[in-house]
């Protein structure tokens, strides 16, 4: 089984619509992030999550919206969606949060035409 | 978040060189990470580092933790041509940003037969 998984795998869609994308964990992590991989390959958190509790909101837009329903999932609502959006979208998940050690899933490679 | 400056950005090699690239940080960083990252897939863990000074390896890889904390590198010897892929740095200050992951730009490897 995949330890951190994301749903879909591409979201090509078109400016202005609302999507979604899922993330689940079977690894019983207690905390689970999104990052950002733009064009260039650079990673950016935007989102952490400890036990349903958000702790980090980085710069993102409000039109970007987090949803624990609970600490195994952890899904992205995007609103509006806009050009500069297009980017890969990494769902990650971590344990004991100090050590770093953070485990991610596949990507979502969001395409806005 | 920190920016963490990565070199070199891309490398291209033989089989069987060896590879070295680095990564400095302007703030101290408590845990240094190093992940690779192949095409279509997320980051996957390669060494984790905790302790100014450490050294340590995974196969082929080494990596170590900087005695100022604010700096480390990754070694790769006898390089194949699975090593392919991007290679990111990874810092964590458990201080700051609720155990986000601060990431180099990334350093592109690739490796002819």
């Known amino acids: 089984d995949t330890a951190v998984s994301q749903t879909p795998k591409y979201l090509v869609t078109q400016m202005g619509n609302d999507k979604s994308i899922k993330c689940e964990q079977n690894?019983?992590?207690?905390?689970m992030y999104w990052y950002k991989q733009d064009s260039k390959k650079f990673l950016k958190i935007m989102f952490s999550?400890?036990?349903?509790?958000?702790?980090i909101n980085e710069t993102v837009p409000n039109r970007f919206s987090p949803k624990s329903p609970d600490k195994a999932h952890l899904n992205l609502h995007i609103n509006s969606l806009e050009l500069g959006d297009s980017a890969v979208y990494f769902c990650?998940?971590?344990?004991?949060?100090?050590?770093?050690?953070?485990?991610f899933g596949a990507g979502t490679r969001l395409s806005v035409l | 978040g920190q920016q963490l400056n990565q070199s070199p950005q891309s490398m291209f090699i033989q089989e069987g060189e060896d590879v070295s690239m680095n990564c400095t940080s302007s703030?101290?960083?408590?845990?240094w990470l190093w992940y690779k990252q192949d095409p279509g897939e997320g980051p996957v863990l390669l060494i984790a580092?905790?302790?100014?000074?450490e050294l340590t390896s995974n196969g082929r890889l080494t990596a170590q933790f900087g005695i100022t904390r604010k700096d480390s590198f990754l070694n790769i010897s006898a390089s194949i041509p699975s090593d392919v892929g991007i290679y990111f740095c990874?810092?964590?200050?458990?201080?700051?940003?609720?155990?986000?992951?601060?990431f180099g730009k990334g350093t592109s490897l690739l490796v002819t037969p």
């Open positions: 990650a998940s971590s344990q004991d949060a100090p050590t770093g050690i953070q485990y």
């Open positions: 690894l019983g992590h207690d905390t």
């Open positions: 999550y400890n036990n349903k509790e958000l702790i």
């Open positions: 703030s101290i960083f408590n845990t």
């Open positions: 580092l905790y302790k100014a000074g």
């Open positions: 990874a810092g964590q200050d458990p201080s700051n940003s609720g155990y986000a992951l601060n």
